[in-house]
């Protein structure tokens, strides 16, 4: 894949000390790692690089809204988004990301690009179960959720199917009979 020049930051001839850059993440930047789930998004990224004599510390914090699908109604809602994530470059003979909060350049390495840890950071923010702030404070009106409501077991059917069949009784005895 490749890399988006937006997220690529130079850390050669940098001061020692703290940087920091910001970023505004789109649905292009989604659409560039394939990336459907969001129908729009509008966060904001704030990166600080604390530059060492010897590695690079990355903190990113976010904070947004992604308009995504609700997993009951399927609806389109705005859900809001933050977070913070916090990595460490360091320099050694190969690249190697294999870790999920330590990146190793190659020794002779000038930049980076965090586009990864952005995207990532991102996506696990969402929760995994997206319901409509609608269904909860009951406000959404929605054919799927009558639908749902119709076709759901009433207090009075569930007290008909928990009531055991007699003809069971007989069998049951057969297992204890031993």
């Not at 988004?81 to 390495?109: M, N, R, T, W």
Request: charged share 25%; aromatic share 12%; with cysteine.
């Amino acid at each position: 894949m490749k890399d988006l020049k937006d997220f690529t930051i130079p850390f050669a001839g940098l001061k020692l000390g703290t940087h920091h850059y910001d970023f505004d993440v789109d649905q292009k930047f989604f659409a560039h790692f394939e990336y459907s789930d969001f129908h729009q998004s509008a966060v904001h990224v704030d990166a600080v690089l604390e530059k060492k004599a010897t590695l690079l510390e990355f903190t990113l914090t976010f904070d947004g809204t992604v308009n995504v699908s609700c997993d009951r109604t399927n609806e389109p809602f705005d859900l809001p988004i933050h977070g913070q994530y916090h990595f460490v470059v360091k320099f050694g003979e190969a690249y190697d990301d294999q870790q999920d909060d330590l990146l190793v350049l190659p020794h002779g390495s000038y930049q980076v690009n965090i586009q990864q840890f952005v995207y990532e950071t991102i996506v696990f923010a969402v929760p995994a179960k997206r319901i409509h702030p609608g269904i909860i404070d009951g406000t959404l009106e929605s054919e799927v959720l009558n639908k749902l409501e119709e076709l759901s077991l009433t207090t009075e059917q569930e007290s008909e199917q928990s009531e055991v069949d007699p003809r069971w009784d007989n069998l049951k005895k057969l297992l204890t009979d031993k």
